[in-house]
């Protein structure tokens, strides 16, 4: 029974030779990322932020928008933000966060669902007062930072210097394109996309394993080969694997993306843009690394 | 490869059959379900998954006690406190007895009545809550200045133990009036120092659940203050029901903690909902002795600092019952005995978090998670398929099993399944296949080395292993890490991520190995179907 197959048997294709694309390719990546990051920032929802989400659907079938817009000036909440999603019926409205703490947040919510309750359904509201977004803020960091420092220690118990010192990097950059990827998307970064944030590190650093592992193989096995080509040739090795997980992975996300709903909308799309982002890391950015550090010492002595 | 202890075999059957007979409850109509709970024996599993507040549609409010306010009550005992050891010593000061900050202070310039009134003083600090032996830290600090100034100073340890302190009652508070909606499974808990937690599930009218969890509901009976009071006894007092204040004296006859009933009702002749209450013997005496000192005179129910009405008082009312009207309507006099019955909150409460799903979002998003499973789960099953043949049919029973096993262990935990939770296993679908494709892709490299079957076999099993417990084991730290970090939704994607990467171990290496040895033995294949 002959099978089908994305990535041909004995392959042999020279993906060291592509570094020299590759880097500069990621350099640029990551120069947009972090100039994206700091010029246009990310676009901070409510569990960061603070202030007020309501997701409305009107009972007449059709929500009005523009009578929505002008709710902001109507009770001078500042600007709110109107977005029309699935049907003509759905809005989600944003009321920034209000001056005057966590009472006033409450005041404003109030008045808001008051003029509203008679035509307009009450999907979701959750307000986060100023407060407790400060400490998701902290709590988010913390736990981007706990997850890198135990990638960290992993990775020193795990393997030679070079190899965790090329794991590490590759993690960096798909930290850093994902950050970019939130950046320029526009994409909501709420709390769940943190939860996103350290899916990918976990996938990142799953892509980055597998490859490192058969290049530690490949180096007891053929201690007279160039380091290149003992790169290239795991990397071939592991190829079909990569390919096949990657596809089935991403064919999960791409239902979630399509078929799960606008509420995970977001962080499915970002998990998405994590396993490319990973599984091209893990082949053009970590291995070629080795090439540089000279790992062939670290086996000789080890 | 191909020997495979028979016990291996039987636990895996049985994981098996116990995890379809975890899931077999969820999947049966709710009524079905309680009904099988009276009847059968204790040890079948009839419970159901527990389903996030995103996906059952429910009301998540975070409210905070304001230590600010616990403080200020707390100060204000202070200083009755030394008002009346002072008193008891007849000491003599300069000035009255002041509040500053965290302190009270007062002069007394007498040496010898300092002498006196200090020993009683530095006892208030030994904290009164330590029981069982436990020595708290004081709760106040008492320092001498020049000049005979006196200052008491409320601790750190002092004001912690307070705010504490009023956690815990407002939580019994909450609980009696959440308990009085006659919601199910209200789920209420203490959160950091000063904060608590309500889950409400299900419930449909979020506003009446704030009105009632946010208000204070410090009931007093005061009297209305004469034309030619002292105006330091008298409060200016807002009214509810109509614009400009009223004065009422600052001396409080009865309280709300005095009461012991109150209820709903309707007044006989005007037809107007009204609020009877009654009072406990206490309340009873002193309000039967305020009214017949008073009578003529109008008197003042207040509410939070709201006169809700100020009735003249007709006669002695000694019966140790009342009632109040305030041109309520139905709801209203509805909550108010509610909050009366539960008592009134230590200190002021904010919400600095609300989170609430209606119930049609939450069905939908129910929907929207089956809908992208099935799809995520044919197209994985396909793809599987066309690439490993009958290793692909494998592969596909082990992540069918996989995902029943999911359920189970969210049943056997009794874990909260959200959204973001189903998003994750909807992830793990995708990844549980990593592990037959990290063994498969090694027995066909095996093999086109040149191996028999057998030994490619068994080669890319060992070999693929290690790199399956590395590559699993990273995912699993960033689960843990999200588990401990996130809450509610997020932890529940923690929760499903990391309950896969488990199962998907015993899935997709121990079972799969199992099936193809079975494959094996019988089919006795000369070449590999890969």
Sequence with gaps: MRTFRLAPDNMTFGFMRLRRVSYPFSALMSIISVLMFLSWGLNFGIDFAGGTLMEVRAKSGQADLSALRGLGDRFALGEVEVQAFGGNADATLRIRLQPGGDAAQQAAVERVRETLGAAYEFRRVEVVGPRVSGELVQSGTLGVVLSIISVLIYLWFRYEWQLAIAAVIATMHDLLLTVGFFAVTRLEFNIT?????????????????????????????????????????????????????STTTTLA??????????VIQSFSLAMMWGVLVATYSSIFICSPILIYLGVRDATDKG | MLRFARWKVVSILAMTLVSIFLIVPSLLPADLRSAMQKTLPHWVPTQAIVLGLDLQGGAHLLLEVDSNDV????????????????????????????????????????????????????????????????????????????????????????????????????????????????????????????RVLVQVPGLQDTNRLK????????????????????????????????????????????EGEDLTDAQPSFD???????????????????????????????????????????????????????????????EQANNLSILLRAGALPAKLSIVEERTVGPGLGQDSIEA??????????????????????FGIFADLALAI?????????????????LPGIAGIVLTIGMAVDSNVLIYERIREESRAGRSVVSALDAGFNRAFATIIDSQST??????????????????????????ILTTVVTAVTMTRMMIALWFRFGRPQKLPI
């Design chain 1, 193 to 245: 996309s943190i939860a996103a944030i350290l899916t990918i590190v976990g996938l990142s650093l799953n892509e980055t394993v597998v490859v490192l592992d058969r290049i530690r193989e490949m180096m007891k096995k053929y201690k007279k080969l160039p380091i290149p080509q003992m790169i290239d040739l795991s990397i071939n090795a592991v190829l079909s694997r990569t390919i096949m997980t």
């Design chain 1, 253 to 262: 996300l791409l239902a979630l993306v399509l078929f799960g709903g606008h």
């Design chain 2, 71 to 194: 403080l200020r009550s707390q100060l204000n005992n202070l200083r009755d406190d030394v008002r009346r050891i002072l008193r008891e010593e007849n000491a003599r000061l300069t000035g009255g007895i002041g509040l500053q900050g965290r302190m009270v202070q007062v002069r007394v310039p007498d040496a010898g009545d300092r002498g006196r009134a200090l020993p009683k003083l530095r006892a208030l600090a030994i904290p009164a809550g330590s029981s069982l032996g436990a020595v708290g830290a004081p709760v106040y600090e008492i320092n001498e200045q020049a000049d005979g100034l006196v200052q008491i100073i409320v601790t750190e340890a002092g004001v912690n133990e307070r705010v504490r302190r009023a956690v815990d009652q407002t939580i019994e508070v909450l609980r009696r009036r959440v308990d009085a909606l006659g919601t199910t499974e209200p789920n209420i808990q203490r959160q950091g120092a000063d």
């Design chain 2, 211 to 254: 009105e009632i969890l946010g208000t204070t509901a410090k009931l007093e009976f005061r009297m209305v203050a004469d034309a030619g009071a002292n105006p330091a006894d008298v409060d200016q007092l807002d009214q509810t029901d109509q614009p400009g204040k009223i004065p009422v004296e600052k001396r409080v006859m009865v």
């Design chain 2, 268 to 330: 006989q002749r005007s037809g107007e909902p009204i609020v009877n209450f009654r009072f406990n013997i206490r309340g009873g005496q002193r309000f039967g002795e305020a009214t017949s000192a008073n009578v003529g005179r109008p008197f003042a129910i207040v509410l939070d600092n709201k006169v809700i009405s100020a009735p003249r008082i007709l006669g002695p009312i000694t019966g140790g019952s009342g009632q109040i009207s305030g041109r309520f309507t139905v």
């Design chain 2, 369 to 390: 998670g089956k809908r992208a499973a099935y799809v995520a789960g044919v197209l994985v099953f396909c793809y599987m398929l066309i690439t490993y043949g009958v």
């Design chain 2, 402 to 418: 996989h995902i029943i096993m999911i359920f189970a262990g969210l049943v056997l935990l009794q874990a909260t399944l959200t």
């Design chain 2, 475 to 500: 995912m699993f730290v960033a689960a843990v890490i999200l588990y401990f970090l996130g809450s509610g939704p997020v932890r529940g994607f923690a929760v499903s991520l990391g309950l896969g």
